[in-house]
């Protein structure tokens, strides 16, 4: 069977290896599809879940609960292996903040912020499968790549837990020369040399656009709506 032009466009952009800049032409046929970016993939690839999944149920937009950083707005959009939107998707989210440091949780040789529930969140998609998070950019820990992890929900099943990476470019200025980011540096692990990055290839990279006044991330994340987490 002939594959449709979406699934032919999702399969092309899967090819991608991480980081990789998406050619202009690609982009502009996800734009015609609807599509928030155009690194994407048929089905999203699954990953470990990572430290530290909490589900406070806290639904919401914004999860910064002030903590310092660069503005994020960060943008998931839940599409089928056609890429037909699915709306009503739980989508919950999770990351560190510039220290590298999880809410909720009292972290081996770091900080302990049991009962905080900083950069933390859910979003219900919407008609066009979009749930939007007001963050900030992520700071990193010792043999792990910048990342925001998230899971993907369809009548409390978990369909899909992964992780979203950012391209190296994008990020850093902000480590560079950003505040509160600046005193760490720049992370000690590429994408390339994290396993987990590495194995999720560019499907899982977020396209990214801003500067240290702030900055934007959106990821179209293909599932299946028959799988069980």
């Not at 081996?108 to 933390?120: C, K, Q, S, W, Y």
């Not at 979009?130 to 910048?146: E, K, L, N």
């Not at 993907?152 to 950012?166: A, E, G, K, P």
């Given at each position: 069977m002939t594959a449709t032009p979406r699934r032919a466009l999702l399969r092309a952009l899967a090819l991608l290896p991480v980081g990789l800049a998406v050619r202009p032409d690609w982009t502009a046929r996800a734009a015609e599809a609807g599509l928030v970016a155009a690194n994407v993939c048929l089905l999203s690839p699954e990953t470990t879940e990572g430290p530290f999944y909490l589900d406070p149920r806290l639904v919401r937009r914004d999860i910064t609960e002030g903590r310092p950083g660069v503005p994020l707005g960060l943008t998931l959009q839940v599409v089928d292996g056609d890429?037909?939107?699915?709306?009503?998707?739980?989508?919950?989210?999770?990351?560190?903040?510039?220290?590298?440091?999880?809410?909720?949780?009292?972290?081996?040789?770091?900080?302990?912020?049991?009962?905080?529930?900083?950069?933390?969140?859910?979003?219900?998609?919407?008609?066009?499968?979009?749930?939007?998070?007001?963050?900030?950019?992520?700071?990193?820990?010792?043999?792990?790549?910048?990342?925001?992890?998230?899971?993907?929900?369809?009548?409390?099943?978990?369909?899909?837990?992964?992780?979203?990476?950012?391209p190296e470019v994008a990020g850093a200025p902000i480590y560079r020369a950003a505040a509160p980011y600046a005193g760490r540096g720049a992370p000690d692990t590429t994408n390339a040399r994290d396993g987990i990055a590495r194995r999720a290839g560019g499907a899982a990279v977020a396209q990214v656009t801003g500067d240290v006044s702030g900055m934007a991330a959106a990821l179209v994340v293909g599932i299946d709506p028959d799988a069980v987490g």
């Open positions: 890429c037909r939107p699915l709306a009503g998707a739980r989508v919950d989210v999770w990351h560190c903040d510039a220290a590298g440091d999880y809410s909720g949780v009292r972290q081996p040789g770091g900080a302990n912020t049991v009962g905080e529930t900083f950069l933390r969140g859910t979003q219900a998609t919407d008609g066009a499968g979009v749930a939007a998070f007001a963050t900030i950019w992520p700071g990193w820990y010792r043999g792990r790549t910048p990342h925001v992890h998230f899971k993907v929900f369809l009548d409390d099943r978990t369909v899909l837990t992964s992780q979203l990476f950012f």
